[in-house]
């Protein structure tokens, strides 16, 4: 699932893909939001990514898309 997050000050977002459900990163978020201290997620690979609480802009979370493959596909 992708997880993209805004920061301030900083003109790109950043684009994280973990295997947690929209649930839980959702919880993450609100316990980060409720102890003002940092938002943290690992990725796919293992990797974690910390943000500071008091520098999120936004965090956007998507839904599992299946990606049709060939040419054919709609």
Known sequence: MEVKIGVRSV????VVET???PDQVET???DALGGQGVFALTDSKGRRVIV???A???V???EDEQRP???GAR
């Not at 003109?11 to 950043?14: A, G, K, N, S």
């Open 52 to 54: 500071p609480v008091s």
């Open 56 to 58: 999120l802009g936004f």
């Open 60 to 62: 956007e979370i998507g």
């Open 69 to 71: 493959v060939g040419f």
């Open 28 to 30: 993450a978020l609100r």
């Open 11 to 14: 003109h790109r977002e950043l």
């Open 19 to 21: 295997d947690l459900t």
